[in-house]
């Protein structure tokens, strides 16, 4: 399948703090979208973005579609304790969707 | 707000036992899949049913995994004989398989963690 590269791998973060995490591809995507997993739970989607250079937000999040359809980007803003849990971009390619591996986000109070 | 529904979720065994896992989609989704989650990564589809049909299982080991989705509507994926290397969260998603889109928003359930010992 398609080879989806998140980084970092894991961060802590401060309460209160900003955010940024991004994913990248060897392939093109037309759609990336991205999603958040709370512990012992199944992943819940936060963001769709379906157009190249397409900023959009949902709440504290705001994702971006990167120029080249090869990377996107999650920002959180003012990041709060129930922001803690794993947080994957994916793409869908011939019906199917690809992961990345995930960015552990850890908020300290 | 509807959510697709899985059970157990978590299940314990031994290997070379057989382990089911049950999965009720959201209502009238016409698009079942089956994914397997192996710790630090993310989820791999196994299976995908449209309907009763099978659409892709190539990613499905058949020699020990099975999927079925008899009426359309619940499914169930078996693992006979388990090894050590299945442990891992299994999770269902669906999707209501009627936009003819080539990506539809997959709604996924809690899934269930299996650890084969």
């Known amino acids: 399948g398609q080879q989806l590269n998140q980084s970092p791998q894991s961060m802590f973060i401060q309460e209160g703090e900003d955010v940024s995490m991004n994913c990248t591809s060897s392939s093109i995507f037309n759609t990336w979208l991205w999603y958040k997993q709370d512990p012992g739970e199944g992943p819940v989607l936060l963001i769709a973005l379906y157009k190249a250079g397409e900023l959009t937000s949902n709440g504290r999040l705001t994702a971006q579609f990167g120029i080249t359809r090869k990377d996107s980007f999650l920002n959180i803003s003012a990041s709060i304790p129930s922001d803690v849990g794993i947080y994957f971009c994916a793409g869908p390619n011939d019906y199917k969707l690809s992961f990345g591996a995930g960015t552990t986000v850890t908020v300290r109070a | 707000e509807a959510e697709v529904a899985q059970s157990p979720r978590y299940k314990i065994t031994e290997k070379s036992q057989a382990v089911a896992f049950w999965c009720d989609p959201i209502?009238?989704?016409?698009?079942l899949y089956w994914y397997r989650q192996i710790l630090g990564q993310g989820p791999e589809l196994l299976v995908q049913?449209?309907?009763?049909?099978?659409?892709?299982d190539s990613q499905l080991p058949k020699d020990r995994f099975s999927a079925e989705r008899l009426k359309g509507v619940d499914s169930t994926l078996k693992i006979q004989p388990a090894e050590l290397g299945d442990s891992a969260m299994y999770l269902c998603a669906s999707s209501p398989g009627t936009s003819g889109e080539q990506w539809e928003t997959q709604y996924f359930g809690p899934g269930t963690r299996l650890l084969v010992l």
């Open positions: 049913f449209q309907d009763e049909s099978v659409v892709d």
């Open positions: 209502s009238g989704h016409a698009t």
